[in-house]
């Protein structure tokens, strides 16, 4: 079965150290992934994908992801959290069962930047 | 420019009444999809259209759950005998059409069934 995984429920760190949030995925052809975040009662915001190409994927807010096909992850990192990075992250991959564009999500993780 | 546009943002209903939630998407936005999500959950497929042809509805609970885009823009997901666990957040997206273009959300529509 196809899926996405997010490891952890929640990551804590302080505001100017590295933050990584983890994703591995489990679909068949050649994977094409997105980051997304999501602030309290708004919808889904896209920071990034990969397609094809350079494996490290640069996206909005200095945020980027590292594409490591042997280990099937997708991580999303950034050099330095502010406190304005706290909210939820979702990893997504295609569904390749289902229609064109329809995507399979994480479950979230919940990033919390403690200043 | 403007982005998806969801409404009402919050319903709430008795159980047994229908409901009707309104999606615009971005102009020009040929694929149009309807995601639902539970609390502490990740959204979940329900519907895909591009423009008007509802291409696939394999994540519609039931047969009482119905999306229409009529004139390939609005989309109206409608859901009929409305039951508690109707109770979530209903996302909708829209994508320029190639399969790996981003989805761009609106705010959701927060459905509370009493």
């Known amino acids: 079965a196809q899926s996405v995984a997010q490891p952890e429920d929640q990551v804590n760190v302080a505001e100017g150290n590295p933050l990584t949030v983890k994703c591995t995925y489990s679909?068949?052809?050649?994977?094409?992934l997105f980051w997304y975040v999501q602030y309290p009662n708004r919808g889904l915001q896209f920071l990034l994908k990969?397609?094809?190409?350079?494996?490290l994927v640069k996206g909005s807010y200095g945020f980027e992801a590292e594409f490591n096909k042997s280990q099937t992850s997708f991580h999303l990192k950034k050099p330095s959290a502010l406190v304005s990075d706290s909210a939820l992250y979702f990893c997504?991959?295609?569904?390749?069962?289902?229609?064109?564009?329809?995507?399979?999500f994480g479950k979230g993780t919940k990033l919390s930047v403690k200043p | 420019g403007a982005g998806v546009s969801q409404s009402p943002r919050y319903k709430v209903a008795k159980r047994g009444q229908d409901v009707a939630l309104r999606c615009d998407p971005i102009?020009?936005?040929?694929?149009l999809f309807w995601y639902q999500q539970a609390l502490g959950q990740g959204p979940e497929f329900l519907t895909y259209?591009?423009?008007?042809?509802?291409?696939?509805k394999s994540g519609l609970p039931s047969d009482r759950f119905f999306a229409e885009r009529p004139e390939g823009s609005v989309s109206t997901l409608k859901i009929q005998r409305t039951q508690q666990e109707d109770s979530a957040v209903y996302l909708c997206?829209?994508?320029?059409?190639?399969?790996?273009?981003?989805?761009?959300f609106g705010d959701g529509t927060r459905l509370s069934i009493l």
């Open positions: 997206a829209s994508s320029l059409g190639q399969y790996n273009q981003p989805q761009h």
């Open positions: 259209f591009q423009n008007e042809a509802q291409l696939d």
């Open positions: 102009s020009g936005h040929v694929s």
């Open positions: 997504a991959g295609p569904n390749y069962g289902g229609s064109q564009g329809n995507l399979i």
């Open positions: 990969y397609i094809t190409g350079d494996n």
């Open positions: 679909v068949s052809g050649n994977p094409y």
